[in-house]
């Protein structure tokens, strides 16, 4: 496992233009100026925020996937983002991993953004995603996901003696007027799985009329935050030690005392609570 050098890319997003999105961050990607080993960038970053998957949506294989596998291939890095995905007529908002060469993976968001009615306009993801990239255990996840930990636990396995991840991404639209929660859950989230945790967020005003910051952050396993960026269009490589992250979790092995529970066990509570109601 060596050290993994990731670049965030913050930026504005041209309202509802996947032409003109894939255009600009083609050329940020170009001014990254320095080899890297994982290029991350904002939720649907070929739209922005927005409900008009009916109009919007890609199948697989199509314009978005093949601009990122032609950005993997001529950077060499690991590419991130979500976009809006077609599947047998259905609506995702899907993150997708695209490694040099084409092997890729596909994340679907679970947690739907209700306030935004997104869960009435797109398909739930069932389950998550723990990719492998220079020896590296990686989960990316999207926006709204960060407010529910249970999903994105970071679990010990006794046998292998490991730990399930060492980076957890989330790429965003977080708008401003949210930006303390942002903040505070970024490090939550590193500090109880014991991780880095990287977000990605957009900057600028979309077509609703909602402001964005940014506070993209690298923030370390202890909760520091290694590097952060607001309010304008940044990009930022930076190199995360492998041997600091394992120094500290054998320093501090809190996962050793982590309760054991599954998502699926807490829902047949929920249901026996429920049924034990009526």
């Known amino acids: 496992m060596q050290d993994l050098r990731v670049t965030?890319?913050?930026?504005?997003?041209?309202?509802?233009d996947i032409g003109a999105n894939l255009?600009?961050?083609?050329?940020?990607?170009w001014r990254i100026g320095q080899s890297t080993d994982v290029i991350i960038l904002p939720e649907m970053f070929t739209t922005g925020f927005t409900m008009k998957a009916n109009k919007l949506a890609e199948h697989m294989n199509m314009r978005t996937f093949k601009w990122m596998k032609q950005?993997?291939?001529?950077?060499?890095?690991l590419i991130l983002g979500?976009?809006?995905?077609?599947?047998?007529?259905?609506?995702?908002?899907?993150?997708?991993?695209?490694?040099?060469?084409?092997?890729?993976?596909?994340?679907?968001?679970?947690?739907?953004?209700?306030?935004?009615?997104?869960?009435?306009?797109?398909?739930?993801?069932?389950?998550l995603l723990i990719g492998h990239w220079k020896g590296w255990r990686i989960c990316p996840l999207i926006c709204y996901d960060l407010r529910f930990p249970v999903w994105s636990r970071?679990?010990?396995?006794?046998?292998?003696?490991?730990?399930?991840?060492?980076?957890?991404?989330?790429?965003?639209n977080w708008?401003?007027?949210?930006?303390?929660?942002?903040?505070?859950?970024?490090?939550?989230?590193?500090?109880?799985?014991?991780?880095?945790?990287?977000?990605?967020n957009r900057v600028g005003i979309d077509g609703n009329g909602i402001e964005y910051n940014g506070q993209s952050s690298i923030?370390?396993?202890?909760?520091?935050?290694?590097?952060?960026?607001?309010?304008?269009?940044?990009?930022?490589?930076?190199?995360?030690?492998?041997?600091?992250?394992?120094?500290?979790?054998?320093?501090f092995p809190a996962y050793l005392d982590?309760?054991?529970?599954?998502?699926?066990?807490?829902?047949?509570?929920?249901?026996d609570f429920l049924h034990g109601l009526s």
Request: hydrophobic share 40%; net charge negative.
């Open 23 to 29: 255009a600009s961050f083609e050329e940020k990607i």
């Open 175 to 200: 708008p401003m007027v949210r930006s303390t929660a942002w903040e505070t859950l970024l490090r939550a989230r590193a500090i109880e799985n014991l991780s880095y945790a990287v977000g990605v």
């Open 8 to 16: 965030i890319i913050q930026s504005d997003l041209h309202w509802e």
């Open 219 to 251: 923030i370390g396993p202890k909760g520091d935050s290694i590097f952060t960026v607001e309010g304008i269009e940044s990009i930022k490589t930076i190199e995360l030690s492998s041997n600091a992250l394992q120094a500290y979790r054998d320093r």
């Open 82 to 127: 979500s976009f809006i995905a077609n599947v047998h007529d259905r609506f995702y908002n899907r993150l997708l991993w695209m490694e040099p060469g084409g092997n890729f993976k596909t994340y679907d968001k679970r947690h739907l953004f209700r306030m935004a009615e997104e869960q009435q306009v797109y398909a739930q993801g069932e389950s």
């Open 258 to 271: 982590a309760d054991d529970f599954s998502v699926e066990a807490e829902a047949f509570e929920e249901r």
């Open 71 to 77: 950005m993997a291939d001529q950077t060499g890095a």
């Open 154 to 172: 970071n679990r010990w396995n006794p046998s292998l003696k490991k730990l399930s991840y060492d980076l957890m991404i989330y790429v965003a």
